[in-house]
């Protein structure tokens, strides 16, 4: 009974919309018919052949690995560094964490105009700092335009998953610690064998996070700052449905590309859950 009311929260806004994009996934719809056709696996096979969508699943997949590659160890190594008290550490942190506040729509805007090739911040610091005149297009130019929307996601989330490590680091027992210094053990001996396994919980969570974003909640900014250009160099899953979709009318064909991937999420995210399940560390007397 006391779990009720959360599981007709998770059935009303998960399962059900679930559901629903699986039954359409097998159907075409132009989302105005009064019924659509049952296709089978036509919509799948669809995508399988089709050139964008592969390119949208390459993209996606590359900014999941770079979203953790930037997001992780900058969030850890900052957790580590303010952990300390003292008032200019809650400044630190705030500061750091006040991006979390902003809207998407905020943020985006902020980072268009940090690239702004004619007026833009980015390239008026490389003229300052001597490099002659700078009009490079970072968000429209395809060597930059990934690594570009990438820098501002990073920016934007990356506070969330500090205050993530930083919890994680002050419910650590300081006796593990204290061995340590008696042990004159080696800062990276210390990271290595102490505090990374003892936040394997917060790294499964962060890992989570950010996978599911690179698959969600990233579409906004991309969608914002891009739109999936140039040339679909950051065209996101997310983005080529909701193209295929609303753009295109052709819901079944969208719905397949989401349940593909919520398929792909759980995939990737599911052996690391059960895995720190089953080795899940449990320290205290």
Same mark, same amino acid.
């Given at each position: 009974?006391?779990?009720?009311p959360?599981?007709? =929260?998770?059935?009303t806004?998960?399962?059900a919309?679930?559901?629903?994009?699986?039954?359409f996934?097998?159907?075409?719809?132009d989302?105005?018919?009064?019924?659509?056709?049952? =296709?089978?696996?036509?919509?799948? %096979?669809?995508?399988?052949?089709?050139?964008?969508?592969?390119?949208?699943?390459r993209?996606?997949?590359?900014?999941?690995? &770079?979203?953790?590659?930037?997001?992780?160890?900058?969030?850890?190594?900052?957790?580590?560094?303010?952990?300390?008290? /003292?008032?200019l550490?809650?400044?630190y942190?705030? !500061?750091?964490?006040?991006?979390q506040?902003?809207?998407? !729509?905020? =943020?985006?805007?902020?980072?268009?105009?940090?690239?702004?090739?004619?007026?833009?911040?980015l390239?008026r610091?490389?003229e300052?700092?001597?490099?002659?005149?700078?009009?490079?297009?970072?968000?429209?130019?395809?060597?930059f335009? &990934?690594?570009s929307v990438?820098?501002?996601?990073?920016?934007?989330?990356?506070g969330?998953h500090?205050l993530?490590?930083?919890?994680g680091?002050?419910?650590?027992?300081?006796e593990?610690f204290d061995?340590?210094?008696?042990?004159?053990v080696?800062?990276?001996?210390?990271?290595?064998?102490?505090?990374l396994?003892?936040?394997?919980e917060?790294?499964?969570i962060?890992?989570?996070l950010?996978?599911?974003?690179?698959? %969600?909640?990233?579409?906004?900014?991309?969608? &914002?700052?891009?739109?999936? %250009?140039?040339? /679909?160099r950051?065209?996101?899953? /997310?983005?080529?449905m909701?193209?295929?979709?609303?753009? /295109?009318?052709?819901?079944?064909? %969208?719905?397949?590309?989401?349940?593909l991937?919520?398929?792909?999420?759980l995939?990737?995210?599911?052996?690391p859950?059960?895995?720190?399940?089953?080795?899940?560390l449990?320290?205290?007397?």
């Open positions: 009974m006391l779990n009720a959360a599981l007709a =929260v998770f059935g806004f998960f399962l919309p679930a559901a629903v994009g699986l039954w996934s097998f159907h075409e719809w989302g105005v018919s009064r019924s659509a056709a049952f =296709v089978g696996l036509s919509n799948y %096979g669809t995508l399988f052949t089709t050139d964008r969508f592969w390119g949208a699943f993209v996606n997949m590359l900014v999941a690995v &770079l979203s953790l590659a930037m997001q992780m160890p900058l969030a850890l190594g900052l957790a580590l560094a303010l952990s300390r008290r /003292g008032r550490m809650r400044l942190r705030s !500061a750091i964490f006040a991006p506040v902003l809207s998407v !729509a905020a =943020v985006a805007l902020t980072w268009n105009l940090v690239y702004d090739p004619s007026q833009g911040f390239n610091l490389l300052a700092v001597g490099l002659g005149p700078v009009e490079i297009a970072w968000l429209g130019d395809p060597r335009a &990934l690594v990438l820098v501002a996601t990073t920016w934007f989330y990356f969330l500090m993530l490590f930083m919890a680091l002050a419910a650590i027992p300081p593990y061995v340590a210094r008696i042990e004159t080696r800062w990276h001996q210390k990271l290595r064998h102490v505090t396994p003892l936040l394997r917060q790294v499964l962060s890992f989570t950010i996978v599911s974003g690179s698959f %969600g909640h990233l579409l906004g900014l991309f969608f &914002l700052m891009t739109d999936g %250009g140039p040339a /679909g950051t065209e996101l899953l /997310g983005l080529y909701t193209k295929v979709a609303f753009r /295109g009318s052709q819901y079944g064909l %969208g719905s397949a590309v989401s349940v991937m919520l398929v792909l999420v995939a990737i995210v599911i052996w859950i059960l895995r720190v399940g089953r080795e899940r449990e320290f205290g007397l």
